[in-house]
């Protein structure tokens, strides 16, 4: 397969983007709130606040640096769903680089209220949904006329009570049925390999941050 721009431009990136992690807020007191930022676009600086570390892990700087460098010239006529909400950080960000429309599915209930806290204030064409992503997401793509964009981001298969977290994220690729998905990208831990093929998307790129990786696919 042909390299398309956007996927040209990871390489460029890579040469040019000095390796660095998001910035660590050390609390001084219980309670202290956690915030990150919208790096580009239309809502670039745009403040976010985090869900507590214990219950979600932020996506690097380097690493959503990296992705919306690789989407830009996709973005604009696609929905955008980030399938492990967290705080709606990427579906913001996917917004404020100009997708029509963006999901962020949330399970947990205190991170969903925060990340419908940050949509609300920023941009109302981000939608939260507080569901199982392996319920919703599904739904959302079936009921979607536009081209889509997944980004599935779960908690790393080392932290107790998801070791097959990485094997269900699969298979909810694999019994996508909606071929309005055009590129999956896929978070996850660097000691865990994604396959080269999930039925109807092949893996073009794998990009290593340390500990995260970010595998990419398109449909074929």
Do not use: W
């Amino acid at each position: 397969m042909y390299k398309t721009q956007e996927y040209q431009s990871v390489k460029e990136f890579l040469k040019n983007h000095k390796e660095k992690e998001v910035k660590k807020i050390k609390p001084t007191k219980q309670g202290q709130k956690i915030y990150t930022t919208i790096e580009s676009g239309v809502y670039k600086g745009k403040k976010i606040l985090l869900p507590s570390l214990d219950t979600t892990r932020s996506t690097k700087s380097i690493v959503k640096s990296c992705v919306f460098n690789v989407l830009r010239f996709s973005l604009q006529d696609k929905v955008f769903i980030e399938a492990f909400g967290g705080s709606a950080l990427m579906a913001l960000e996917a917004r404020s680089n100009g997708c029509l429309k963006s999901y962020a599915i949330e399970k947990d209930k205190k991170a969903y209220e925060i990340a419908l806290k940050n949509a609300s204030s920023i941009d109302q064409n981000t939608i939260c949904f507080n569901d199982d992503t392996f319920i919703k997401t599904p739904q959302i793509i079936q009921n979607s006329k536009e081209d889509i964009i997944l980004y599935l981001d779960p908690p790393f298969d080392i932290r107790e009570g998801f070791f097959n977290i990485y094997e269900k994220t699969l298979k909810l690729v694999e019994n996508i049925q909606n071929s309005n998905v055009k590129i999956i990208i896929i978070e996850h831990h660097s000691t865990f390999k994604t396959p080269a093929k999930i039925q109807s998307y092949k893996k073009i790129k794998e990009k290593k941050f340390g500990s995260t990786t970010l595998s990419f696919y398109t449909f074929i």
